[in-house]
């Protein structure tokens, strides 16, 4: 099977863009889609990006995806940050019928 | 809308099993789009997917966690379980259920805290 690996933590200023990374250990990043999951404190975490690029409704469109295929990964990114935003993102995806989940990257806004 | 809740006992003994239910409303178990499924976030880590149940009894298990794990759907009380046979404190963790319409988890429970410990 495969594995996720994110950075453990990232931190950025309000108002400025931050990208979080989700590599894949092995096979194509662009085979299968990726989630993005956003996880507050005591709270379940819901998604922010599915399918690679595409926005839930009710997300806001300073939340973006991307899948690069060159470094075999996949990015979040988060403009002009909120200290709302701050949280920890997990990023998800599958081969034939396993889900598998990245590490979580802990967001600071500071 | 939807809502997914949680429910069992929240201490269980080591070597015994963990069984746990989710009751779904504003929607039904029976439906053909959508998988349900089982994930758990031991304390201060990350998420680990534990499987996922179709109402056709297809169920899809963590290989790591194949050989403990029991997953079925109940749609004539819309509800879905988890079995988790011999169990050991690292079993101990927030197990939420979600719904699942491929490949995302779109829908998830509030979580219910189990602990493993005599």
């Known amino acids: 099977n495969f594995m996720l690996t994110q950075p453990h933590s990232v931190s950025e200023s309000p108002g400025k863009t931050v990208t979080i990374s989700c590599t894949r250990s092995s096979g194509s990043i662009a085979t299968n889609y990726v989630q993005w999951y956003q996880q507050r404190p005591g709270r379940a975490p819901n998604v922010v990006i599915y399918?690679?690029?595409?926005?839930p409704s009710g997300v806001p469109d300073r939340f973006s995806g991307s899948v690069d295929s060159s470094s075999n990964s996949a990015s979040l990114t988060i403009s002009g940050l909120k200290t709302e935003d701050e949280a920890d993102y997990y990023c998800q995806s599958y081969e034939n019928n396993d889900r598998v989940f990245g590490g979580g990257t802990k967001l600071t806004v500071l | 809308q939807l809502q997914l809740q949680e429910s069992g006992p929240g201490l269980v003994r080591p070597s015994e099993t963990l069984s746990l239910t989710c009751t779904v409303s504003g929607g039904s178990t029976s439906s053909i789009s959508y998988y349900w499924g089982w994930i758990r976030q031991p304390p201060g880590k990350g998420l680990e997917w534990i499987g996922s149940?179709?109402?056709?009894?297809?169920?899809f298990y963590n290989p790591s966690l194949k050989s403990r794990v029991t997953m079925s759907v109940d749609t004539s009380n819309n509800q879905f379980s988890l079995r988790l046979k011999s169990v050991t404190a690292a079993d101990t963790a927030v197990y939420y259920c979600?719904?699942?319409?491929?490949?995302?988890?779109?829908?998830w429970g509030q979580g219910i805290l189990v602990t493993v410990s005599s």
């Open positions: 149940v179709y109402d056709s009894g297809s169920t």
């Open positions: 979600a719904r699942e319409y491929q490949p995302l988890l779109d829908s």
């Open positions: 399918e690679d690029n595409q926005r």
